[in-house]
């Protein structure tokens, strides 16, 4: 067994939603936003609870401590979630606007108002100015309140358009006031029209391959137009299940031999045989998610940058949280590199695949990189 595989005996799970990153990385300034529960447990903690870190089946997200105490949940006596909105009076005024939104989204004559949900609306229900909440509600969950309260919109029409509600009933029930505004947004957030989606993705041609890694086992799936996904576990069924997941009714076939030259690149990549990845992708992202996954593409194999740094390079210097985020949901994992980013003190925050993927490949890189240097000498 390599020292890149030494690293590899736990399973990655596929985990986008920033609050579970929060959890998983301990952070502190998410505390006050929100509380999670573990069902094995029967206890609520806060983001930042040192204790054990739970499987993501486990857990269970409220705004506040009252919610998971109504469900029946005790509060953490390690972190004492409760106090956690003293310590932060912002993350509280976050957890309310948070909690306003949903209500708006969910009452069906008021979800299509967007004037109940522009900044300053908002803002001044939390008692605070549209700036404080602005920079508050970016620091904590990472995203804009508009971009907070389209993902619930999102993830309401996907839950409709899969029970098989029509376009037309699901777009408004999920509090969209115009079918040109979901159809804004839908290329971006489904990755398909909404009629495709509902049609669980059929029509849509997708491709994919397994094969062994350093890493264990990495499903490669693409369209015609480049890498669409890069999986990674150690276990076949898994891979596969998790791109049926989302595409039920594509028409997605096992292709051993017409992926074969991206999956020995990306195979070699990780042996440290081909350091430059220049490999085409065919992946859904906001301008912002591709931006930063532009810069990532730029990191030199063996080295390593901070999330801070990154913001800077894509000329937004504040947004350290978003792109922590967009590194999350990156799809793509391998080709863009965002296990190259790190945080200021030079620790390894949350990774898709796992952080002893995430020390592995890093390890692994710089050894390469120097033993390259030395030979060169």
């Known amino acids: 067994m390599s020292a890149l595989q030494h690293h590899m005996h736990s399973k990655a799970g596929i985990h986008s939603d920033p609050r579970w990153h929060a959890v998983e990385t301990r952070d502190r300034f998410a505390d006050g936003a929100f509380v999670y529960a573990v ?3 029967g206890i609520y903690c806060r983001p930042s609870c040192p204790s054990r870190k739970p499987r993501r089946a486990q857990v269970l997200f409220f705004r506040v401590p009252e919610d998971a105490e109504r469900k029946g949940y005790r509060p953490c006596l390690r972190c004492r979630p409760a106090q956690a909105e003293q310590r932060d009076p912002k993350a509280a005024a976050v957890a309310r606007v948070c909690q306003h939104i949903d209500t708006v989204l969910a009452d069906p004559n008021s979800a299509g108002d ?14 605070i100015s549209a700036h404080q909440l602005g920079r508050a509600f970016r620091r904590l969950m990472g995203i804009t309140p508009r971009q ?3 993902a619930l919109r999102m993830r309401r029409l996907k839950s409709r358009l899969k029970k098989g509600d029509d376009v037309t009933t699901a777009l408004y029930d999920a509090g969209f006031g115009s079918s040109s505004r979901l ?6 957030q489904l990755g398909m029209t909404p009629a495709t989606y509902r049609r669980g993705g059929e029509g849509m041609q997708i491709r994919y391959t ?6 264990g086992h990495v499903l490669v799936a693409a369209t015609k ?9 150690e276990n076949d069924a898994t891979l596969e299940s998790e791109l049926r997941r989302e595409y039920p009714r594509a028409q997605i076939e096992r292709d051993r031999h017409g992926l074969e030259n991206w999956v020995r690149q990306i195979v070699a990549h990780l042996r440290g045989r081909e350091p430059r990845l220049d490999l085409p992708t065919d992946v859904q992202a906001t ?9 990532l593409r730029r990191i030199p194999y063996g080295t390593t940058r901070t999330y801070t740094q990154v913001a800077r390079a894509i000329g937004q210097p504040a947004a350290v949280r978003a792109v922590a985020r967009a590194c999350a949901t990156n799809p793509v994992s391998i080709v863009v590199p965002c ?3 790190v945080r200021e003190d030079g620790s390894l925050a949350g990774y898709r695949w796992g952080i002893s993927r995430k020390e592995a490949l890093i390890a692994h890189e710089s050894q390469h990189a120097a033993s390259t240097k030395i030979a060169k000498r």
């Open 39 to 41: 069902l094995s447990t």
């Open 114 to 127: 967007e004037s109940a949900l522009k900044l300053r609306a908002l803002a001044s229900r939390a008692g």
């Open 148 to 150: 907070y309260a389209d």
């Open 183 to 188: 159809y804004e947004r839908a290329p971006q």
């Open 210 to 215: 397994i094969a062994a890694s350093p890493l």
């Open 225 to 233: 137009r480049g890498i669409s996904a890069i999986y990674l576990s």
């Open 287 to 295: 301008a912002f998610q591709r931006r930063v996954w532009e810069e």
């Open 339 to 341: 296990h190259r980013v």
